[in-house]
């Protein structure tokens, strides 16, 4: 999913933990190449990326930013700074690569449809589920990739929608995402149905629209749909997931476009990726008890 803003009815951000209660996607492969979805990220040098001496906003401070609310199962308790939830603790991962301990790292709310656009940035990275695009690109940078993002459908149990076993049985139906979201264009892309799908500027007016048959179904990323299923809307249910992860698709840290830092940021996930943290990270935030069928 990319992840997300912007609209007028709508969109999906990304949900809270409860890492145990989740069952979503299987770990990450290690070995996948990250760098190759990041952005022009190339190793930097050991001077310019010395430990705790990067050229940050805050000389001897990393500022990192994200949305709020800040969702499960990507950030715990609308607190990214307490180091739950994926994206909470792969952020701390990062900072203590970069010399940065979690007594030097501030967070800023960041809104997702601002955080991607052009502009100088109140952030030194963000992270916040967004995919990694070229058009994104064209107005800011990226780490390496760490998190490899599968979409999904959720629907209520018992509609016509949550029977879908191919792609072309969802055609016929009234779907929803975030507004600026890999979700939306999974829909509109992907799915390609018969009438245009609601977008929404937020995940609990997604959420909200769902329940009240606003729409029949939602696209969001896999994680967030086993979260929403069994933690915020029990009546429905995950019916697939789509290949997107096949595709190449990637969440990234968000840097100002040339950011000097991004070399560092991206070393940083790079090493994470290679010695397993990132997925030891993602199966416990995330876990990988349940599977979902793929949709073709």
């Given at each position: 999913m990319s992840l997300r803003k912007p609209s007028a009815v709508l969109p999906l951000a990304a949900l809270a933990v409860v890492a145990a209660a989740l069952s979503g996607c299987a770990p990450q492969d290690a070995k996948s190449d990250g760098a190759a979805a990041g952005t022009s990220a190339t190793a930097?040098?050991?001077?310019?990326?010395?430990?705790g001496a990067l050229a940050t906003r805050t000389a001897g401070k990393l500022?990192?930013?994200t949305d709020k609310p800040a969702y499960d199962p990507w950030f715990s308790e609308d607190k990214p700074e307490n180091g739950k939830g994926f994206e909470s603790a792969v952020a701390y991962a990062v900072a203590g690569k970069l010399g940065y301990p979690q007594d030097k790292v501030g967070w800023v709310v960041a809104p997702f449809g601002k955080a991607t656009a052009p502009g100088a940035k109140d952030f030194d990275f963000d992270i916040n589920q967004v995919s990694i695009s070229d058009e994104r690109k064209q107005a800011v940078d990226f780490s390496s990739g760490y998190y490899d993002v599968r979409q999904a459908v959720i629907a209520l149990k018992g509609s016509k929608a949550a029977g879908a076993k191919s792609i072309a049985d969802l055609k016929g139906s009234k779907l929803g995402a975030q507004i600026g979201t890999?979700?939306?264009?999974?829909?509109?892309g992907t799915?390609?149905?018969s009438s245009q799908p609601a977008v929404f500027d937020s995940n609990d007016l997604a959420k909200a629209a769902l329940k009240n048959g606003q729409v029949e179904a939602l696209v969001v990323d896999l994680p967030t749909a086993f979260y929403i299923t069994g933690a915020e809307v029990p009546e429905a249910q995950v019916v697939g997931q789509f290949e997107s992860a096949s595709q190449g698709e990637q969440f990234g840290l968000v840097l100002d476009k040339g950011s000097k830092l991004t070399p560092c940021v991206s070393q940083a996930v790079d090493a994470l990726r290679a010695d397993g943290t990132l997925a030891k990270l993602e199966k416990q935030w995330l876990s990988d008890a349940v599977s979902a069928p793929v949709l073709k």
């Amino acid at each position: 999913m990319s992840l997300r803003k912007p609209s007028a009815v709508l969109p999906l951000a990304a949900l809270a933990v409860v890492a145990a209660a989740l069952s979503g996607c299987a770990p990450q492969d290690a070995k996948s190449d990250g760098a190759a979805a990041g952005t022009s990220a190339t190793a930097g040098s050991p001077a310019s990326c010395a430990p705790g001496a990067l050229a940050t906003r805050t000389a001897g401070k990393l500022t990192i930013g994200t949305d709020k609310p800040a969702y499960d199962p990507w950030f715990s308790e609308d607190k990214p700074e307490n180091g739950k939830g994926f994206e909470s603790a792969v952020a701390y991962a990062v900072a203590g690569k970069l010399g940065y301990p979690q007594d030097k790292v501030g967070w800023v709310v960041a809104p997702f449809g601002k955080a991607t656009a052009p502009g100088a940035k109140d952030f030194d990275f963000d992270i916040n589920q967004v995919s990694i695009s070229d058009e994104r690109k064209q107005a800011v940078d990226f780490s390496s990739g760490y998190y490899d993002v599968r979409q999904a459908v959720i629907a209520l149990k018992g509609s016509k929608a949550a029977g879908a076993k191919s792609i072309a049985d969802l055609k016929g139906s009234k779907l929803g995402a975030q507004i600026g979201t890999t979700s939306l264009d999974t829909i509109t892309g992907t799915i390609k149905p018969s009438s245009q799908p609601a977008v929404f500027d937020s995940n609990d007016l997604a959420k909200a629209a769902l329940k009240n048959g606003q729409v029949e179904a939602l696209v969001v990323d896999l994680p967030t749909a086993f979260y929403i299923t069994g933690a915020e809307v029990p009546e429905a249910q995950v019916v697939g997931q789509f290949e997107s992860a096949s595709q190449g698709e990637q969440f990234g840290l968000v840097l100002d476009k040339g950011s000097k830092l991004t070399p560092c940021v991206s070393q940083a996930v790079d090493a994470l990726r290679a010695d397993g943290t990132l997925a030891k990270l993602e199966k416990q935030w995330l876990s990988d008890a349940v599977s979902a069928p793929v949709l073709k």
